[in-house]
């Protein structure tokens, strides 16, 4: 990868030739105003005004100040820095259901905690794309935009849980609209959702969503399967998340006819999701690497499609400190050439006093003497 110059923020450049045009006008229209009022005096001193030149220095410290700021704003960067990895350029939504039904522990420490286990030695060792976190149960939303910080990214996951939303249940459709939402925003590379849960659906009709999502926007989907046929009882808590001395005795989800409920995973439909937008399926298994998988077989042939690359400002050094400290130094050097001229204007027009050839110290006395 070539070093190179460039700036994160570019539409702020074009802020400085519209600045410049401003200022040329502005300063016009301020020489010709001000021609027409010294017309209608009689007299003035010229040495008791600013000169052009003065004053076109003044104007131009102003306008380098905002043209500074702009330059600032737009962020300049060189790099990247040694080491940086090139980007794919794949979008990835990561849809994780937090529902109650992935507390259950048919998969150990639960389904939740082995997909979040997994997740994150997958994005410190292999991620290479922009990834969100949308988790949904009931709902969704977006608790993570997309990025290239895995390490916030990191640390967004571990808080993702069943409190995480309000609403229980398990709303898939909803988690996939929420997902297409913040995929459509980029419409130049690949964009994937990656679909986490047991494949329990209780609201509205996943696959028409998917197979919406896929014709109206080619998203692609791919679904990540947890659970085990036999399922197991769906805990009222997330005892993990408890203090020791309250994980001995679990309480479960009942019915409202006070039997326990039991979930199973329902891969049959997390499988019609993938294969009516062209994806994949894959079960996941504890230990068996199957986000490393998902990377090499669902997401690398679609990064290889992608031909735009991601800027990663973390990955180059910034200069926005230069124009900002420049920025501030013409600041304070307006006033400064402020007060140099009112001293200046002070002296010149001054009365000046001029004291007389046969003036002496005896003088004032005698004056004395005589009143």
């Keep these: 990868m070539s070093p190179t110059f460039l700036f994160a923020s570019e539409p ?7 600045l410049i045009v401003f200022g040329a006008i502005l300063w016009f229209i301020s020489r010709w105003v001000a021609k027409r009022r010294l017309a209608r005096f009689m007299f003035s001193a010229p040495s008791a005004l600013s000169s052009p030149s003065r004053r076109l220095v003044r104007f131009c410290l102003a306008m380098s100040v905002l043209i500074l700021l702009a330059l600032a704003l737009a962020r300049p960067l060189s790099g990247p820095k040694p080491g940086t990895v090139d980007r794919s350029g794949v979008n990835v939504a990561i849809v994780l259901d937090v529902s109650k039904s992935m507390l259950v522990e048919d998969v150990a420490p639960s389904r939740l905690g082995a997909i979040k286990n997994d997740l994150r030695d997958w994005l410190k060792n292999s991620a290479q794309d922009r990834i969100s976190l949308v988790p949904f149960a009931g709902h969704a939303f977006v608790m993570s935009p997309l990025t290239f910080d895995y390490e916030a990214l990191d640390f967004v996951l571990q808080e993702a849980g069943p409190r995480s939303i309000s609403m229980g249940g398990t709303n898939v459709p909803e988690a996939i609209e929420t ?10 590379n690949a964009r994937v959702i990656v679909l986490i849960s047991d494949g329990e659906n209780l609201e509205g009709d996943a696959i028409e969503a998917a197979r919406k999502a896929h014709t109206d926007d080619n998203i692609t989907i791919i679904t990540v399967g947890v659970g085990t046929v036999q399922g197991g009882l769906v805990p009222a808590d997330d005892y993990a998340k408890l203090p020791p001395e309250k994980r001995l005795v679990k309480r479960y989800v009942k019915d409202e006819y006070g039997v326990e409920v039991r979930s199973r995973a329902d891969g049959r439909t997390l499988r019609e999701i993938a294969e009516a937008t062209g994806g994949r399926y894959y079960a996941f298994t504890p230990g068996a690497d199957t986000f490393r998988t998902l990377q090499q077989r669902g997401l690398a042939p679609l990064a290889r499609k992608s031909r735009v690359q991601h800027l990663n400002v973390s990955d180059y050094v910034e200069w926005f400190q230069i124009p900002l400290g420049c920025a501030i130094l013409f600041m304070f050097a307006g006033p400064a050439l402020a007060l140099i001229r009112k001293r200046t204007v002070m002296t010149d027009i001054g009365v000046p006093v001029i004291q007389p050839e046969n003036y002496s110290s005896s003088f004032l006395l005698e004056l004395e003497v005589k009143r």
């Design 179 to 188: 997902a297409t939402e913040l995929l459509e925003k980029d419409k130049d």
């Design 12 to 18: 702020w450049l074009w802020v400085v030739p519209g």
